[in-house]
């Protein structure tokens, strides 16, 4: 899966762009934290695939100290690049590991990334964090305004911003969320020029989609297509409404089945259940393979042929 264009792929409105000023200090406002960068990081570590082929996309694979928690394997483009990046963990690393690499900027797809639930950070900050969400039945703390406190400045996309109200409240801004987004980071870094050709590079590959999508004629309804992540029996977990997902479909040309999932919430992804995807009926299925769920595991488990309209001697196999 290729997350910096398929999970947090990012038109260019530079006026709303969250730049307070073009030389440093750099004011940026993201997902309600605000601060001011003095000079550009030397010293980053990523949290998730998305941040980190962003950094790499951006030309930073030497201002970083360390990356965690990918989801397959890194966009063959960045590869050499990642490569002289220690990997911190599979998963999120334990307090000691991050802070051996001495960050001075930490960039996360997800907020589960400055989560206490997740990373021990209040061993470091010797308090509790003030930002208290309750997820999942239980209060989760999360520390960015402390990690500031203490010299380590955060970023953090802003679909996963903590609190609702922080997250783009129309899926139709999902591209512009995602340009936003480099922009700031270019800003932080002082990287413009890489910026604007990282822009220009997914632009263009939007573009051939459209052409793609516009040469289908205009008498052949669209494809509906499930985006499906996590295979529970009950509730399997998949694209919604707000995200990245709804913006790759439409480009394509294509019809999100759960593009009215989750409006309420903001959601990227949401949970379901078998019977609502067979009433909905797919045209196309695209499967998340994450290094860490493989859709080849599931092979032989096929709630879908058992719940939508397949022919009986459709297999399941995924190879």
């Known amino acids: 899966m290729n997350t910096l264009f398929a999970q947090a792929a990012i038109v260019l409105s530079s006026s709303a762009?969250?730049?307070?000023?073009?030389?440093?200090?750099?004011?940026?406002?993201?997902?309600?934290?605000?601060?001011?960068?003095?000079?550009?990081?030397?010293?980053?570590?990523?949290?998730?695939?998305?941040?980190?082929?962003?950094?790499?996309?951006?030309?930073?694979?030497?201002?970083?100290?360390?990356?965690?928690?990918?989801?397959?394997?890194?966009w063959s483009e960045l590869a050499d690049d990642y490569n002289k990046v220690p990997v911190l963990s599979d998963s999120y690393p334990d307090i000691d590991t991050?802070?051996?690499?001495?960050?001075?900027?930490?960039?996360?797809?997800?907020?589960?990334?400055f989560a206490t639930s997740h990373v021990n950070y209040t061993q470091f900050i010797e308090s509790e964090c003030d930002l208290v969400i309750p997820r999942k039945g239980e209060n989760r703390s999360h520390c960015r305004e402390e990690l500031h406190e203490k010299g380590i400045q955060t970023y953090l996309q802003k679909?996963?911003?903590?609190?609702?109200?922080?997250?783009?409240?129309?899926?139709?801004?999902?591209?512009?969320?995602?340009?936003?987004?480099?922009?700031?980071?270019?800003?932080?870094f002082g990287v413009y020029d890489n910026a604007r050709l990282l822009v220009d590079s997914i632009e263009g590959?939007?573009?051939?989609?459209?052409?793609?999508?516009?040469?289908?004629?205009?008498?052949?309804?669209?494809?509906?297509?499930?985006?499906l992540d996590g295979w529970d029996p009950e509730t399997p977990f998949v694209g919604a409404c707000c995200g990245s997902i709804q913006t790759i479909v439409e480009k394509a040309g294509a019809k999100h089945i759960f593009d009215d999932q989750g409006v309420?919430?903001?959601?990227?992804?949401?949970?379901?259940?078998?019977?609502?995807?067979?009433?909905?009926?797919?045209d196309l299925i695209v499967l998340v393979d994450a290094s860490w769920d493989m859709a080849g595991m599931y092979n032989g488990y096929c709630p879908i042929r058992r719940n939508i309209h397949m022919p009986s001697s459709q297999q399941c196999s995924l190879n």
């Open 17 to 74: 762009v969250s730049i307070s000023a073009l030389d440093y200090p750099v004011g940026i406002t993201n997902c309600g934290v605000q601060s001011w960068i003095n000079s550009p990081p030397q010293r980053a570590v990523t949290m998730n695939q998305g941040t980190t082929e962003i950094m790499l996309a951006l030309d930073l694979a030497d201002r970083m100290v360390g990356t965690a928690y990918l989801d397959d394997y890194i």
């Open 98 to 113: 991050l802070l051996s690499t001495d960050p001075d900027f930490v960039y996360a797809s997800y907020s589960s990334a």
């Open 159 to 188: 679909p996963a911003c903590e609190l609702v109200e922080h997250r783009p409240a129309d899926p139709s801004l999902t591209i512009k969320t995602l340009y936003d987004e480099i922009w700031d980071i270019a800003s932080i």
């Open 205 to 227: 590959h939007f573009n051939d989609a459209v052409a793609v999508a516009s040469g289908t004629k205009s008498d052949v309804e669209p494809i509906s297509v499930l985006w």
């Open 264 to 282: 309420e919430g903001v959601k990227t992804w949401d949970s379901v259940s078998w019977d609502t995807i067979a009433e909905r009926d797919p």
